[in-house]
Nanobody, 126 residues
Framework: QVQLVESGGGLVQAGKSLTLSCAVS?????????MAWHRQAPGKERELVAA???????NYADSVKGRSTISADNAKNTLWLQMNRLTPEDTGVYFC???????????????????WGQGTQVTVSS
């Protein structure tokens, strides 16, 4: 079982920067495939903010592209999201998400297990 604990949220003024952290612990039983940050604004569905693939590639939502950076340490024990030039539209609960690829047999059959943190609140004031 993998545990994810987010931190770094809070109240911040528009235009400022914020770095979120996600501590990854527990028995992975496989390799981490993708690490990502999602957010859920009040009254809206959860959306992908940024993702980091196993090969080191990154994907960003258009709304944060160019002002955000997702990164992780080599051991994938910590995931970060740095966001600059924050706007009130960045307000929401930010969730850490990790997908673990678990191989079941020598033929390579595998499954993907999805883990989520409890979230950290980010509020951007205008």
């Amino acid at each position: 079982q993998v545990q994810l604990v987010e931190s770094g949220g809070g109240l911040v003024q528009a235009g400022k920067s914020l770095t979120l952290s996600c501590a990854v612990s527990g028995n992975r039983k496989g390799e981490i495939n993708t690490m990502a940050w999602h957010r859920q604004a009040p009254g809206k569905e959860r959306e992908l903010v940024a993702a980091l693939t196993s090969g080191g590639g990154t994907n960003y939502a258009d709304s944060v592209k160019g002002r955000s950076t997702i990164s992780a340490d080599n051991a994938k024990n910590t995931l970060w999201l740095q966001m600059n030039r924050l706007t009130p539209e960045d307000t929401g609960v930010y969730f850490c998400n990790v997908k673990v690829r678990i191989v079941h047999n020598v033929e390579g059959a595998f499954s993907i297990r999805d883990y989520w943190g409890q979230g950290t609140q980010v509020t951007v004031s205008s």
